[in-house]
């Protein structure tokens, strides 16, 4: 059974940091990438960083480069997202995702974790 589970969100203020991790577990062999994605209230959900297995390359949404860093642990099947200098509009939940390629479209990611919710205030 795959699971895709996510921790640290939480309620921090205009220009904190925080570190969300996403533990990982039964996943194919062949499943390579890993992603974040963010899904904001009343908004379609977007992709936010993506890191092949090997770790060598990396891709951001525009909104987040030079504020967040994504990075893997191989050997303890978790990827994480570390979030500087966080705006209002990072507000979402956040979502941990797997699949066979890097790639900012959801669609190809066929793992999925529940969510971790992270609130900017102002």
């Known amino acids: 059974q795959v699971q895709l589970i996510e921790s640290g969100g939480g309620l921090v203020q205009d220009g904190d940091s925080l570190r969300l991790s996403c533990a990982a577990s039964?996943?194919?062999?062949?499943?390579?990438?890993m992603a974040w994605f963010r899904q904001a209230p009343g908004k379609e959900r977007e992709f936010v960083a993506a890191?092949?297995?090997?770790?060598?390359?990396?891709y951001y949404a525009d909104s987040v480069k030079g504020r967040f860093t994504i990075s893997r642990d191989n050997a303890k099947n978790t990827v994480a997202l570390q979030m500087n200098s966080l705006k209002p509009e990072d507000t979402a939940v956040y979502h941990c995702a797997a699949g066979l390629v890097v790639t900012a479209e959801a669609r190809r990611y066929p793992y999925w974790g529940q969510g971790t919710r992270v609130t900017v205030s102002s």
């Open positions: 039964g996943l194919p062999s062949s499943t390579s990438s």
């Open positions: 890191i092949s297995r090997s770790r060598s390359s990396t």
